[in-house]
């Protein structure tokens, strides 16, 4: 028993570290190299937008995907024929000397750049950062009153000039 209780505290040890030992920085460097061509985070180029892969597909899916999307294709399987189908059938090249660590290293880095997506760019502005130069009209706007003003001379005074005009054509 004692035993027994040991292994269970050296697993919930173990167990998580596992998740942590994903490095997304090495994930973003293979990234770049050799994923950027084809895809981005968080739209699609010639592959699909690769944000939120991990939530859609499980790691052993992706692992085999990128190791060699095309068995996994020609095995059948119903979502690899599926992303397939949709892409226009462009064949992703196999990227088989990449270790299980690196692909999860990738996922990894997808994770963490997936949330910086969904906090930068919002889905619409807002009407206060679509028009923020727009203001209502204020008393203290004087040059917009000082152009009314004149504006308004000018036409009471030409105004003025058209009647002058008239009576002056009566008299003769
Ligand atoms: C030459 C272009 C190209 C390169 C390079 C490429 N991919 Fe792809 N990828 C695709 C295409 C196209 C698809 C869509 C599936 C298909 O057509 O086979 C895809 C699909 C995927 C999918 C499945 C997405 C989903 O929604 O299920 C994953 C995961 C993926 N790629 C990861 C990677 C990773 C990781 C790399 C870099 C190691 C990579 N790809 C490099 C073209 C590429």
């Known amino acids: 028993m004692k035993a027994f209780c040991k292994l269970l505290v050296g697993l919930s040890v173990l167990l998580p570290l596992q998740g942590f030992g994903s490095d997304a920085g090495k994930g973003e460097s293979i990234f770049k190299q ?4 084809c ?7 010639v592959g699909p937008a690769l944000k939120d892969v991990s939530k859609r597909r499980s790691a052993s899916w992706i692992i085999q995907f990128v190791h060699g999307s095309q068995k996994l ?3 059948g399987d119903k ?16 990227h088989s000397d990449l270790s299980d660590a690196d692909i999860q290293n990738i996922v990894a880095y997808i ?3 997936g949330l910086q997506v969904a906090a930068n760019i919002p889905a619409h502005n807002r009407p206060a950062e679509a028009q923020s130069n727009e203001q209502p009209l204020a008393f203290s ?16 005074v030409s105004l003025r000039a058209v009647v002058v005009a008239v009576e002056w054509s009566k008299r003769e």
């Open 111 to 113: 994770e963490k750049a």
């Open 73 to 75: 294709i020609k095995s």
């Open 34 to 37: 050799r994923c950027t061509a």
């Open 79 to 94: 979502e690899a024929v599926t992303v397939f189908n949709e892409n226009n059938q462009v064949v992703m090249p196999d």
């Open 141 to 156: 706007d004087y040059g917009f009153w000082a152009l009314y003003g004149i504006f308004a001379m000018l036409v009471i």
């Open 39 to 45: 895809h981005e985070i968080g739209s699609k180029l």
